[in-house]
């Protein structure tokens, strides 16, 4: 499932303006880190790309846009500009050697099993090409599918390797971003999830070791960031029993994405390799959902009263009873996405009602 529109960001969800095509000029040294109550030419240069009112003073409604833009881009929502979130915006780095291009971090050549800050880069440019993957800094397989992709989309030798001409046509200004932020993205509801009633003194850190999770993905599941500490006496959403749909999957948080001129994305995209395992998030009843947009596609009516889909698969898992964790079939691109790489279209109709966000879910599940 693909789209070709203006990447935004915005400080308000219902009227997001659009990021700036332009790159950022490239600075003598790495950008610094920005936060609340900064200013200078580089907050203006993020509010230039973000297409606030560039005064340079970082002030709440920047702040807001940066959040906006991480959450959309799969990072922890802190308002922080740091290095992950300088990538998100498309801003080019200086070479780290001497001899290299000046560019993304050097642009040196990438492939399958490298990891670190070049390859996130490179993620996120992806990413904002319309090729989702996850900014995690580790080449692998969702990864190298992606980079295929956009060298067949634009014509260049589709070996899987961000070369000198991969890294200059993800950076070409010519280049249309696609949107990382939807004001559909605030139908917020955590499924198969626990409450947990915070107590004086917790943390973000002391809360994850206590239930087996992480702490950055607590607070994104929850919609805050680990810098605000959780308040004594609230509740908070935890994972619970509810199993991830594709193990090691990669992901955004794109649910409300355009989808052509006349649709929305109704779910969350898991980007994993051909005949991957997608396993049932609950118990519940399996059954055939083949349809012309999803291609070979599984319903579950699931025992705890809510109704999952799974689209553009490449195998379907047998119809009929089935147990949390049962594998209900596997990963393809099947239907409409059969020029994108490798994924599971993932849906939650809450009561079989109307889809809301499976990101919040998705996280507590699969990224503890």
């Not at 920005?34 to 003073?57: C, E, F, M, N």
């Not at 691109?333 to 020029?339: F, T, V």
């Not at 994924?343 to 009602?353: A, K, Q, V, Y």
């Amino acid at each position: 499932m693909t789209a070709a529109v203006l990447l935004v960001a915005t400080a308000s969800p219902a009227t997001p303006p659009a990021l700036a095509h332009s790159p950022l000029p490239a600075s003598s040294s790495p950008r610094p880190v920005l936060s609340l109550g900064d200013r200078g030419d580089d907050v203006r240069l993020v509010q230039q790309r973000l297409r606030l009112p560039a005064d340079g003073r970082f002030g709440a409604q920047t702040r807001k846009a940066v959040q906006v833009l991480q959450g959309a881009a799969g990072l922890t929502a802190d308002g922080i500009v740091g290095p992950a979130t300088w990538a998100a915006l498309g801003q080019a780095r200086p070479a780290q050697a001497s001899g290299t291009p000046t560019g993304v971090r050097g642009r040196v050549d990438l492939s399958d099993g490298a990891v670190g800050p070049a390859v996130a880069d490179a993620q996120a440019l992806l990413t904002r090409a319309g090729h989702r993957v996850a900014a995690d800094g580790r080449f692998g397989p969702a990864t190298h599918a992606a980079v295929v992709a956009f060298q067949r989309r634009r014509g260049l030798p589709t070996d899987g390797v961000v070369g000198t001409r991969t890294w200059a046509a993800l950076t070409s200004p010519t280049l249309t971003p696609v949107a990382l932020v939807s004001a559909l993205s605030t139908r917020w509801q955590p499924i198969g999830s626990r409450t947990y009633l915070v107590r004086a003194g917790d943390t973000w850190t002391s809360i994850a070791a206590s239930t087996g999770s992480r702490a950055t993905a607590l607070a994104s599941a929850n919609r805050v960031s680990t810098t605000v500490r959780p308040a004594g006496g609230s509740r908070i959403q935890v994972p619970g029993t509810w199993t991830c749909p594709v193990a090691d999957g990669g992901f955004i948080n794109d649910y409300g994405f355009p989808r052509g001129v006349d649709r929305l994305h109704q779910g969350n995209d898991l980007f994993a390799p051909r005949g991957t395992p997608v396993r049932a998030p609950v118990a519940g009843r399996a059954e055939v959902a083949d349809n012309t947009i999803g291609g070979l596609s599984m319903r579950l009516n699931g025992a705890d009263g809510h109704r999952y889909y799974f689209a553009h698969l490449d195998r379907r898992g047998d119809p009929g009873l089935i147990e949390a964790g049962g594998v209900i079939g596997y990963v393809g691109n099947s239907g409409n996405a059969a020029s994108t790489p490798t994924h599971l279209h993932f849906e939650i109709r809450p009561g079989d009602g109307e889809p809301v966000n499976p990101f919040p879910s998705l996280t507590l599940a699969c990224r503890r």
